[in-house]
């Protein structure tokens, strides 16, 4: 079974500073892991995937997040926080079937303050 | 750019009513999927389809049904709408592989 663990609930920075947003998985096999973002009344937005190539994925707006199989994770970081990244961020797994079932973690609100 | 359009964004409905929500996506993608979210549960899965009139249960189809008559609609059924099925609630589709892509969501609230 796939399973992701977001390690905060709610995660605060200043403007200008860094970002991190923790997720660790768990999965029997080498498994394909998203980051999505979501803004306060809109859908979901894929910020990044890991799919087996490279470790460090690099997305939109500035984010990126590497693979870490040693410790399982697959952390979410951005050099320096813009007040339009405040939202909530999933970590997400692929299942284990051929049609891209999905297990989300459970969030993580980013707040940035000015 | 791909479009996954829900009929509703904002939902009202009494106990024990029929409700239907609708998806259309406008990118003949094969897979179709019934998301509920709610607050530090993330998104729960409730049904998805790989084909037309082919579907399977999630996660959670407990109260719920669906229906995918043509490729491009997929819609969830409450049969007897409860106030636990108060919540936000997402339609995605995706071709093959590549990630879904998530329709603005529906908050349904039962009363």
């Known amino acids: ?114 | 750019d791909v479009k996954v359009t829900q009929s509703s964004r904002y939902l009202v409905k009494r106990t024990g009513e029929k409700v239907f929500l609708e998806c259309v996506q406008d990118m003949d993608h094969e897979n179709m999927f019934w998301y509920r979210q709610d607050p530090g549960l993330g998104l729960r899965l409730i049904y998805f389809s790989y084909d037309v009139k082919m579907k399977e249960k999630g996660d959670i189809p407990e109260g719920y049904s669906v229906s995918r008559e043509k490729k491009e609609r997929f819609s969830l059924i409450l049969e007897s709408a409860s106030t636990n099925q108060t919540s936000m609630y997402l339609c995605a589709s995706s071709l093959g592989g590549v990630s879904p892509y998530f329709g603005p969501g529906t908050r349904l609230t039962v009363t």
């Open chain 1, 1 to 114: 079974a796939q399973s992701v663990t977001q390690l905060d609930s709610h995660v605060s920075v200043s403007e200008g500073t860094p970002v991190l947003l923790r997720c660790n998985y768990s999965s029997s096999y080498s498994p394909s892991l998203f980051w999505y973002v979501q803004h306060p009344n809109k859908g979901l937005q894929l910020l990044l995937k890991y799919t087996s190539a490279a470790t460090l994925v690099k997305g939109i707006n500035g984010f990126e997040a590497e693979f870490k199989k040693s410790e399982t994770s697959f952390h979410l970081t951005k050099p320096s926080a813009h007040m339009s990244d405040a939202a909530e961020y999933f970590c997400v797994v692929s299942g284990n079937t051929g049609f891209q079932k999905l297990v989300f973690g459970t969030g993580t609100r980013l707040l940035v303050s000015p």
